[in-house]
């Protein structure tokens, strides 16, 4: 599921900053009450920590050969 959303990232990434995929919000507001217990966790947080534990930054999206190469893990079941 990480290779999945890094590549949807990289892709989003790769778009123009004016593109409407890159205007909208990862939906990190929340509307109304929330319920009891801890937040659910936001798709801009898993993404930070995905890219902080394979160590990349949001500038290596630009090359997509070697984008692809880094997020590529090999399946272990295999």
């Known amino acids: 599921m990480r290779e999945n959303r890094?590549?949807?990232f990289g892709h989003?990434?790769?778009r123009p900053?004016?593109?409407?995929i890159r205007?909208?919000?990862?939906?990190?507001?929340?509307q109304g009450r929330r319920g009891r217990g801890r937040p659910r966790k936001t798709l801009e947080?898993?993404?930070?920590?995905?890219?902080e534990?394979?160590?990349l930054t949001k500038d290596m999206?630009?090359?997509r050969a070697q984008?692809?190469?880094?997020?590529?893990i090999a399946d272990p079941t295999q």
């Open 6 to 8: 890094l590549r949807w």
């Open 12 to 14: 989003v990434q790769r």
């Open 17 to 20: 900053t004016d593109a409407p």
């Open 23 to 30: 205007r909208c919000d990862y939906g990190t507001e929340v």
């Open 45 to 51: 947080e898993t993404l930070r920590k995905d890219l």
């Open 53 to 55: 534990y394979l160590d």
């Open 61 to 63: 999206t630009q090359d």
């Open 67 to 72: 984008w692809r190469s880094k997020i590529h």
